[in-house]
């Protein structure tokens, strides 16, 4: 299981998001999580990258 950092923005605004979505099995799993939450009409995906464990883990401590 991997850690992705997906950065996407919401169609129609200037801006971009990143959020993280845990333990999935690859990159587009982690694409569909974020499309599922926000809909999948109203984000544009720009990247998905995988983020080391031990960055993960020192940002939940």
């Known amino acids: 299981m991997k850690d992705y950092m997906v950065e996407f923005m919401f169609k129609g605004l200037p801006f971009h998001e990143r959020t993280r979505v845990y333990n999935v099995n ?36």
């Open 26 to 61: 690859n990159r587009s799993e982690a694409i569909q999580a974020v499309k599922n939450h926000y809909g999948s009409r109203a984000v544009k995906i720009i990247s998905a990258k995988t983020i080391k464990n031990d960055q993960c883990k020192d940002n939940q401590e």
